[in-house]
T-cell receptor
Framework: GEDVEQSLFLSVREGDSSVINCTYTDSSSTYLYWYKQEPGAGLQLLTYIFSNMDMKQDQRLTVLLNKKDKHLSLRIADTQTGDSAIYFCAEWLFGNEKLTFGTGTRLTIIP | GAVVSQHPSWVICKSGTSVKIECRSL??????MFWYRQFPKQSLMLMATSNEGSKATYEQGVEKDKFLINHASLTLSTLTVTSAHPEDSSFYIC???????????????FGPGTRLLVL
């Protein structure tokens, strides 16, 4: 299967951590990506992880992968107003040679 | 690095006219480029995969005669919406992959998008 699912909305207070979740269905070796989209703009690649890894950290961003549950999360530490955007997880499927995107999670920062 | 540009950023046209959108990889060569369409408050839908020097591969349900794709060089792909109609109004986003030269041949870098409004 190629379904990638995300919750649609997340609200977080400024300064708190944001955790955006994603589930996927394909169990093959794969790359999993997080992209950020601000209003009216294209997608900005934030980070990615290969499916043989459990965790990847890059400054304020931490990606956790639970292969058994096919669950991917993106944690943003010390969330700022500039983090307001839609966050898409995406899975690269070998064989299909294309990205499958989740529905996107709209992150809203509460002052 | 890995910058992708699109031109124009937005376009308004009359129904029945054709519109060409350019996608360029500015600091890398892209053997593969992808064209997506995004409706308001929805995710991205892959339209086609464009390989340099060969015909594009279209996703199911995408009319190849309606959406003409040309990938004439390693840094440029074009999408032409022929005989555009109001239902073609959408946000079109391209992406490009640097291939093995970028370390991860599957990673795609996205352009800023082109908003098309057909009146």
């Amino acid at each position: 299967g190629e379904d990638v699912e995300q919750s649609l909305f997340l609200s977080v207070r400024e300064g708190d951590s944001s955790v955006i979740n994603c589930t996927y269905t394909d169990s093959s070796s794969t790359y999993l990506y997080w992209y950020k989209q601000e209003p009216g703009a294209g997608l900005q690649l934030l980070t990615y992880i290969f499916s043989n890894m459990d965790m990847k950290q890059d400054q304020r961003l931490t990606v956790l992968l639970n292969k058994k549950d096919k669950h991917l999360s993106l944690r943003i530490a010390d969330t700022q107003t500039g983090d307001s955007a839609i966050y898409f997880c995406a899975e690269w499927l070998f064989g299909n040679e294309k990205l499958t995107f989740g529905t996107g999670t709209r992150l809203t920062i509460i002052p | 690095g890995a910058v992708v540009s699109q031109h124009p950023s937005w376009v308004i046209c009359k129904s029945g006219t054709s519109v060409k959108i350019e996608c360029r990889s500015l600091d890398f060569q892209a053997t593969t480029m992808f064209w997506y369409r995004q409706f308001p408050k929805q995710s991205l839908m892959l339209m086609a995969t464009s390989n340099e020097g060969s015909k594009a591969t279209y996703e199911q349900g995408v009319e190849k005669d309606k959406f003409l794709i040309n990938h004439a060089s390693l840094t440029l792909s074009t999408l032409t919406v022929t005989s555009a109609h109001p239902e073609d109004s959408s946000f079109y986003i391209c992406s490009a992959s640097p291939g093995l030269a970028g370390g991860n041949q599957e990673t795609q870098y996205f352009g800023p998008g082109t908003r098309l409004l057909v009146l």
